[in-house]
């Protein structure tokens, strides 16, 4: 019986890192849930992660964060990840 401890780690970002910063987080395998949030703290997008939904399933999602990096200025990305 595996017993799962949740974490959640807040990484600063300029709007010209964040797709790049996605991307690497999203093939990282202990990770479950990517928030980005603007400099003031709010939400802009919420994206929880399952094993195995990369590439073609993330497709709109990564055109969202693109779209939103175009626009952010200096934001953070909030990770939720998990220890096992």
């Known amino acids: 019986m595996s017993t799962e401890k949740t974490y959640t780690e807040e990484i600063p970002i300029t709007g010209e890192e964040l797709l790049g910063k996605v991307k690497e987080l999203m093939h990282a395998g202990n990770i479950r849930r990517v928030i980005i949030c603007n400099q003031d703290g709010r939400t ?41």
């Open 44 to 84: 802009l997008i919420d994206i929880p992660l399952t094993i195995g939904v990369v590439g073609v399933l993330m497709a709109p999602q990564l055109a969202a964060i693109g779209a939103i990096a175009a626009l952010l200025g200096n934001g953070s990305i909030l990770v939720e990840k998990v220890e096992e």
